[in-house]
């Protein structure tokens, strides 16, 4: 008999707030920029650590997998997983629709625009875990194009001041996409305009009718495993040229890519006179339905991202318009929050007037920035205001990574007693900026102690109602009361197996069978475990509602939320844990799934109980698809005893053979008596049918290449996922530790480091199928008492100078072996020295600033490779490509097309000798700074002589490019 639950309702009304894209009255830096690591603090950069960049016009028209930095680490390999149709009895609240698109705009695991990698050594970063209620992961921050140098990067400096370029084109971190698909989730890159490229530089057609940037995008988009693009429209254009533009946008979606444009420029059936013009105050999708379809053409861009805070009438058109088109607004029409600008200040929201009877949105839903959670920690709850600073870097710091995930469960799962605040005054009439000790004190008790529980958000019934007043423009607003509130949760788990360790994807250690297997930290969202599905749905018996605390336990070096024994992670960097005083049965639902029983279907359920001895009992809770308002109750023996390790249980499912799980959950029941601080952590949920073959050990293991640094890259065959979902990378040393180094699915993997290794290390690869289970290892080894190290490189122009240390082994000869990272050109620079030699020169015939890789190699007697390391550097820079490009005059002045050349930083121009000035007087133009499209001139025709500088102070010969007739 389905037992009665009570639920705590905590009557004070939670409070996020929202505002719009576009910069208005008061400019509101709500979040601070990543501050890199610094040389010897954790996570700094590797030497060869890969990276992702930005892209311009010209990059993307050469654009070759080949030469593309990085390409090879780059590549999203998780295919995108299908989710479950919708079953409203196991949702959260059954009124709600799972065709209510949702998207998030928003930064990966922070806003890097130098140095964004897909996995590295440290904790404090932003790693999404809510892909339930999503359908679009979104890339937005800017990134930094090749090749400039680290050193243009000035952390304490706003970023209006960068003395680089953005691309108009940033890739979703191919980490974040794997992450998205396994959990059945689209990433988009993101195509802003305007940057110091525009618009009329990419939309144009060539000889052939074709549009070659829409099909190079298209290219990158699936040579790289991303779903499509979002185009941030936001540059003011001629009515003539709107047609073209979807007709440019039509041109991607028609070779089966998604692509989201930003409703600026105005372009709908009954508005021509005003097409392109821009407009942030109307959000009726009808002055912009051109956009997604014209009555009479085929569909161009899949959905719309309105401006927020739209009327109800509003919504209304948006709703007609889409109807009218035969196209379905939840799918094509995303009403959207700017959660970045305004956070939790509590003001402004534009959501509740998308609402039906049902409070269920009649368009999709989309925000902005919500990545704050982790950016914005220093500025809305510390009151950090001015430019960044390593002084107020708390998001990067493990210890205040428990505020962090606090906020996010808010923003996500949604609070009912979540306080509101802000640094600006403009939001709040207190500020945090002045708050005193005790009042921030105060604050953070509350960020940490709000109930984030998604069916009480979910079943809010004010969860549609504005708040009485209205904000400083005197509209109307609502506290945020959490995406649960309005989009249901979806799921992919299906088929006969599933399990998960609960790892969110970084840790403070790595354990393996729950032993610390590395002791670093370590963030890599490739290997994040699907999360719950509800974080946390917990119900209780007790006359009070109180319940058990739920959290992610990252072990003894995390400084958690509330006290509890530290145990970490069974296999990963953290597990499940519930604390607190059990004073009545206490139920957690966890996942929401559609699993088939069969006959040979088990559960197996691994847990560490550090509380005493006592009666309790935890038992499987599973609801099944044919009776969702039941619980079936597997009781776990031996439960309420204290372990000193981790203990698994097996449980047998054949009685429920022939049905589905649909949800699953645990719960924990004191029985006779009240049992105070009582603790369980769980390490490992898993159900499987035995129907996972059994793996082999994987094929093609092998060393690309291994750096004087202890970096290395390896590789291997790829299994299709449906086999395997993931590879573990581990290093055995010769006393025998094991040491876990990473994991990915992927056919490559970056070893950051081996921990200064002095003899023989063993790299040994295994894989990982559906049920959890390893497959034996691939084993490669690395002597590193026989190989050449302490190699320097002096990069002359023309050669390099080199030395080493050569090890105590018999050798013959020595060979230097030089190639160009990522270039076309495929030479091989190569010198051979007597095998007591300790230094010498390689001739290099490029002076390009180039990446390079130097192998040495020691030689046998038959010219065979007994060792061999590898040193990378760039080639010295001595010359400056010329500009290749045009000039067109318009009245007055010259537009001079981008510089095709990669090599250039500042440009200079002349016009019969005069120089000509830029921004602020300057006498050349900045890359990405200055724009190139009003230059001044005189006459109507003419020559102007363009001088480029590359990175290093390099002038390119002189160009003379005439305009005019």
Partial sequence: MEKVRKIMMVMVVASMLVT??????????????????????????????????????????????????????????????????????????????????????????????????????????????????????????????????????????????????????????????????????????????????????????????????????????????????????????????????????????????????????????????????????????????????????DQAASSLYMNPDPSKSMVDGSVSVMNSLGLDPRETVFNTLEAG??????????????????????????????????????????????????????????????????????????????????????????????????????????????????????????????????????????????????ISERSVIDGGNFYTNFNTGHGMQYYVDGEVSNDNEWANINIQDILPTWQWWIESESEDGETLKVDF????????????????????????????????ENFLRLYKTDIDVSKDSKAYVTYYKSSETDGTEMSLGLIFEDDPEKVEYIKIPSSGAKTNHWKTKTLNLQKYKGRQIAAIGFSFDPKKDEVQDYQMNIGEIKITDSSCEKLDAPTGFKIDKAFDTTEMYVSWDLEDYSKVQKYNVYAEYSDGEEVYLGGTYDDKYYIKSLYNPTEVVKIKLTAVGADGIESPSATIERDYSEVINNIEVSENEGYLDVSWNNPNVSHSSIKAEVILNYSDNDSKYTETFDENATQGTIDVPVTDGGQYTLRLSLLDSDGEVISYTDHSGLLKDSYSDVYEGKAIYNYGSVKLTGPTSKDWWHLYATQDGKTIKFKNGAEYATRGVDDLTNIRVSGYSGEIEVILEDYNGNLSEPVKVPFGN
């Fill in 341 to 486: 600008q305004t956070g939790f200040s509590g003001k402004r929201g534009s959501i509740y007037n998308t609402l039906d009877e049902n409070l269920v949105p009649r368009t999709g839903i989309a925000h902005l920035g919500t990545e704050m959670v982790w950016s914005g920690i220093d500025e809305q709850a510390f009151g950090h205001t001015g430019n960044n600073s390593y002084n107020d870097n708390r998001r990067g710091n493990s210890e205040y990574q428990k505020y962090i995930f606090a906020r996010e469960r808010t923003w996500w799962s949604g609070s009912m007693d979540q306080p509101y605040y802000s640094n600006d005054g403009n939001y709040v009439s207190h500020p945090t900026t002045d708050y005193s000790q005790e009042e921030r004190e105060e604050l953070l008790e509350n960020i940490l102690n709000a109930t984030t529980n998604p069916y009480l958000t979910a079943n809010n019934p004010d969860r549609g109602n504005p708040d009485e007043g209205s904000d400083l423009e005197g509209k109307s607003y609502q506290s945020w009361p959490g995406l649960a509130a309005f």
């Fill in 20 to 297: 719009t894209m576009l910069t208005n009255t008061s400019v509101v830096f709500a979040g601070g920029d990543t501050l890199p690591p610094r040389e010897g603090e954790q996570g700094y950069k590797g030497d060869n650590q890969p990276s992702i960049h930005g892209y311009r016009k010209q990059d993307i028209l050469d654009f070759s997998p080949e030469t593309d930095q990085y390409y090879d680490f780059m590549r999203a390999k998780v295919p995108l997983q299908e989710r479950n149709e919708s079953f409203k009895a196991t949702q959260a609240n059954p009124m709600l629709d799972q065709e209510v698109n949702s998207l998030t705009l928003a930064g990966d695991y922070g806003n890097n625009f130098f140095n964004s990698y897909q996995y590295n050594d440290k904790f404090a970063q932003n790693v999404f875990n809510y892909w339930q209620y999503l359908d679009y992961h979104a890339s937005w921050h800017g990134m930094v194009t090749e090749p400039a140098p680290d050193s243009l990067f000035v952390p304490d400096a706003p970023w209006w001041e960068r003395k680089y370029e953005f691309g108009v084109l940033n890739l979703p971190n191919p980490a974040y996409t794997n992450a998205a698909h396994k959990n059945g989730v689209m990433t988009l890159g993101c195509v802003f305009f305007p940057r110091t490229e525009h618009t009329d530089d990419f939309v144009y057609k060539d000889e052939n009718g074709r549009f070659p940037l829409a099909d190079k995008l298209v290219e990158i988009c699936k040579y790289y495993g991303f779903d499509g693009y979002f185009v941030n429209a936001e540059e003011r254009l001629s009515s003539s040229f709107m047609p073209v533009y979807e007709e440019f946008i039509r041109a991607m979606t028609s070779q089966g890519i998604y692509v989201q444009v930003y409703a600026s420029n105005k372009y709908g059936q009954n508005n021509e006179s005003s097409w392109g013009s821009i407009n942030y105050y109307n959000k009726d999708a009808t002055e912009f339905s051109n956009w997604v379809k014209h009555p009479d053409r």
């Fill in 553 to 584: 336990d990252y072990g003894e070096e995390y400084d958690s939320a509330f006290e509890l024994n530290q145990i970490g992670g069974y296999n990963g960097g953290s597990s499940l844990v519930v604390k607190g005083d059990l004073t009545a």
